[in-house]
């Protein structure tokens, strides 16, 4: 009752329910950032080649995208992508999405949007003393793509793992959410 509980190849993987909508407040809101799969596995498996690590950390990810489509509340969805190239559009849709759009404060926060941007990369670098993991773009907004460049060579290749995430999402919410990363 209280467990999700997944089967993938013979392996139970047990959820926390927490993402279950139907015990929320009628009024709660989900704000979902997706970042291209193909850099999420990259930079996640960056240490081994080994098919069980990147196909679990695809199968969490598949799953977070169907929780996303199952929510049957009020949502938006951020890309991280937009997030990164295009910070001032993607924060004020996310601010009129939450009904927290205040002119002057958001001009205020465009003004000192570089030194948000320093203090976020500190705390995702490790920097700061909250920790955190290494960044390999260091904000370089030419560097979104690095994982992928990067890749070792006996990594899964972007078709094969293209493949194995609309085995597990299907094609429509694939393309519904990934037709652009191509």
Same mark, same amino acid.
């Given at each position: 009752d209280s467990q999700i509980i997944l089967e993938h190849q013979g392996r139970r993987i047990v959820l926390d329910?927490?993402?279950?909508?139907?015990?929320?407040?009628?009024?709660?809101?989900?704000?979902?950032v997706l970042r291209d799969y193909r850099e999420g596995i990259y930079r996640n498996i960056l240490s081994s080649n080994e098919e069980e690590q990147w196909q679990d950390f695809l199968?969490? /990810?598949?799953?977070?995208?169907?929780?996303?489509?199952? +929510?049957? @509340?009020s949502k938006i969805l951020i890309r991280y992508e937009d997030l990164i190239l295009h910070p001032e559009v993607t924060i004020k849709n996310l601010l009129l999405f939450m009904n927290d759009f205040d002119e002057q404060k958001y001009t205020k926060f465009l003004k000192n949007m570089d030194w948000h941007k320093e203090r976020s990369l500190e705390l995702y670098t490790g920097s700061s003393k909250w920790g955190g993991k290494?960044? /390999?773009?260091?904000?370089?907004?030419?560097?979104?793509? +690095?994982? @992928?460049?990067?890749?070792?060579?006996?990594?899964?290749?972007?078709?094969?793992l293209r493949d194995c995430l609309i085995e597990a999402i299907g094609e429509e919410i694939f393309s519904k959410h990934f037709e652009r990363s191509k």
């Amino acid at each position: 009752d209280s467990q999700i509980i997944l089967e993938h190849q013979g392996r139970r993987i047990v959820l926390d329910p927490v993402w279950r909508h139907d015990l929320f407040a009628k009024d709660i809101k989900m704000v979902f950032v997706l970042r291209d799969y193909r850099e999420g596995i990259y930079r996640n498996i960056l240490s081994s080649n080994e098919e069980e690590q990147w196909q679990d950390f695809l199968l969490g /990810y598949s799953n977070t995208i169907k929780q996303y489509e199952e +929510f049957e @509340r009020s949502k938006i969805l951020i890309r991280y992508e937009d997030l990164i190239l295009h910070p001032e559009v993607t924060i004020k849709n996310l601010l009129l999405f939450m009904n927290d759009f205040d002119e002057q404060k958001y001009t205020k926060f465009l003004k000192n949007m570089d030194w948000h941007k320093e203090r976020s990369l500190e705390l995702y670098t490790g920097s700061s003393k909250w920790g955190g993991k290494t960044s /390999y773009t260091k904000g370089d907004l030419s560097k979104l793509d +690095f994982h @992928r460049k990067h890749r070792r060579k006996d990594f899964p290749s972007e078709i094969k793992l293209r493949d194995c995430l609309i085995e597990a999402i299907g094609e429509e919410i694939f393309s519904k959410h990934f037709e652009r990363s191509k």
